[in-house]
């Protein structure tokens, strides 16, 4: 039988979407059928186990799965020794302090003193160790966001996105314990050929990632604008010139990055580009 990498993702949940999204990107298709345990994928040596968020480090740990994709907060609170391979840019969210809307606050010293609702013990005993505060943790395992309102808790420490959630229970955010995103995580004792697949697999997270942050620029230029046209194009040469069938006339072909996307625009119509065309790209290789 030839080699297979193991990766376990979330089942159901928050992640689940945008983790197996992020590897049909990468040209690997699975079965997801609900109610699965396992899946095969088609065309990459992968098999999928779908588990709770919470048993991911121990599992990647322990070596049943090879691999995993789990939120950085699930990671550093199971204190699980799994390698962390790569950040994924998706599952955003950090874990703060709340207190009551209405509470007075100058500084993290408030909490001297004060019950803490969450369902992040560990992470947030070391938060508060290292800001020398004293306070009592209460380990609740869900809707931490009620603990202040029926008196369980004087402030909680949870999740946050939108900040939703906490403005609907009166509750507003003083401090930040942790950013966190999804992680690609690997067992740290992968054989040669677990590691070969790991890094075809890496290959490709990057490929997707690298043409998610890129755009490909398509535009027409009067010949005596190209010096111009071209010195505000970055790319990653040199841009692509084709002649048009009006004489006197080019298309210019180049990659920009998203992030300089309409400043560029802006100075190249200035230049007198015409006819600007910017499309995605689907995968970038360098
Ligand atoms: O069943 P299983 O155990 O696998 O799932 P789960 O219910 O434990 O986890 P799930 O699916 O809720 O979250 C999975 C992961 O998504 C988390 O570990 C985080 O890494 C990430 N993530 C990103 C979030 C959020 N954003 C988030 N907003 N996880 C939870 N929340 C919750 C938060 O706890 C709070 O209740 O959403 C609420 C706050 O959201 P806003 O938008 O109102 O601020
Ligand atoms: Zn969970």
Redesign the pocket.
Known sequence: MSAKLRIAI??????NDDSIRLLRECGIEINNGQQKLKAEAYNFPLEVFFL???DIPQYVEDGVADIGIV????LLEKGRKAKMIERLGF???RLSLAIPRNEKYKSVQDLNGKRIATSYPNLLKRYLKKQHITAEIHEISGS??IAPGIGLADAIC?????????LTNGLREVETVLQ?E?VLVANHNLNNEQQRILERLIFRLHAVRKARHNKYILLNAPDKQLPEIISLIPGMKSPTILPLAQKGWSSVHSVIQEDEFWDIIERLKAAGAEGILVVPIEKMIL
Do not use: M
């Not at 939120?71 to 699930?74: A, D, K, L, Q, S």
């Open positions: 979330q089942k159901s949940g928050r992640l709770r968020d919470d939120g950085e907060n699930v599952g955003k969210c931490v966001e949870d999740l946050v996105s939108s900040g939703s959630t906490l966190s999804a």
